[in-house]
């Protein structure tokens, strides 16, 4: 139950295209979603987070939608460019719990073609 | 900006000895955590800290220590380095305690045991 599932574990998308990342959980005392994005050589840095009383959130060209009646949460990519070759995390967390745990997804490699 | 440094970008140990991984963060943060990142797998709790000497288990404790002896600071000790071990460990610190401070990660330790 403490599991998120995360998917695809690598993605092919050409410049410009729409790169989808999938997530789900189980734990309904999950209240806070984030991604993170990580570059090679680098550790994972935040990148967009959203909470289940809202069911989009925009930041740029990264969309974060949210589906909380199926559990299930996934990061947008609009216009995808080279430079957002990274691997991608998706995390999940209780902000009631009382603990400062973070459950991540298994990671997508993404790579944009020139 | 937050910074997360950790002492050593590689390191290559042989299987038995006790190896030292060192994390200093510099933003006066109150918790500071240890993942191990392997491919497939993403990123795995080992042990957590929300204040100088104290610490709690994460997900994947076994065969590992840590020590917060100064608030900037978080170690984390192999006491007998196994093939196994051999990964990717990341450090990092977030502000305050609560499932939605953000992680600030450094950038990486690569072991490898012999």
């Known amino acids: 139950q403490q599991q998120v599932k995360q998917s695809p574990q690598s993605l092919i998308v050409q410049k410009g295209g729409i790169s989808i990342i999938n997530c789900a959980y189980e734990n309904t005392a999950f209240d806070y979603f984030p991604w993170y994005q990580q570059f090679p050589g680098k550790g994972p840095a935040l990148l967009i987070a959203?909470?289940?009383?809202?069911s989009e959130k925009k930041e740029g060209r990264f969309t974060i939608s949210f589906n909380k009646s199926a559990k299930q949460f996934s990061l947008h990519i609009m216009d995808s460019q080279p430079g957002d070759s990274a691997t991608y995390f998706c995390a999940a967390s209780s902000t009631t719990s009382g603990t400062y745990k973070y459950i991540f997804g298994t990671g997508t490699r993404l790579k944009v073609l020139a | 900006d937050v910074k997360v440094t950790q002492s050593s970008r590689y390191l290559v140990k042989r299987t038995g000895e006790k190896v030292f991984l060192e994390c200093v963060q510099d933003?006066?943060?109150?918790?500071m955590f240890w993942y191990r990142q392997d491919p497939g797998l993403g990123l795995r709790l080992i042990y957590f800290?929300?204040?100088?000497?104290?610490?709690e288990k994460g997900d994947i404790p076994e065969g590992y220590s840590v020590s917060r002896e100064k608030k900037e600071r978080f170690s984390l000790i192999l006491e007998s380095a196994s093939t196994n071990q051999t990964s990717m460990y990341l450090c990092?610190?977030?502000?305050?305690?609560?499932?939605?401070?953000?992680?600030?990660f450094g950038n990486g330790t690569r072991l490898t045991v012999t």
């Open positions: 990092a610190s977030s502000l305050f305690a609560g499932g939605n401070s953000p992680l600030h």
């Open positions: 959203i909470r289940p009383d809202v």
């Open positions: 800290s929300y204040d100088v000497k104290m610490k």
């Open positions: 933003m006066d943060h109150e918790n």
